[in-house]
């Protein structure tokens, strides 16, 4: 619990930075466009972090209690027996020599 509280603060610190940038709080009388659009940027990546962090953590979280995830995985490795391997052989072979 502690982990997701630290992880998602960090995450929301970077949008607040962000903010800060974009609003020009940090930058003071400076009007320097560049600096609006690294904090836009910073809101960004946290957003994207923010959505990542809790994507896996329910693909981590279903995964252990042996749920597949359709849409992007067909199977896990524990699924797969010796049984379902097919031996592929080649028909490259010329006979006409």
Do not use: H
């Amino acid at each position: 619990m502690l982990n997701d509280i630290i992880n998602y603060g960090v995450r929301v610190v970077i949008i607040l930075v962000g903010i800060l940038f974009a609003s020009g709080v940090l930058t003071g009388s400076d009007n320097n466009p560049m600096l609006r659009i690294i904090g836009i940027i910073a809101i960004l990546f946290g957003l994207y972090r923010i959505i990542m962090y809790r994507r896996n953590k329910v693909k981590y979280n279903n995964f252990n209690k042996g749920q597949k995830d359709s849409k992007t995985d067909k199977f896990y490795y524990d699924d797969f027996e010796a049984d379902d391997a097919v031996e592929v052989k080649s028909d490259d072979s010329d006979d006409d020599n």
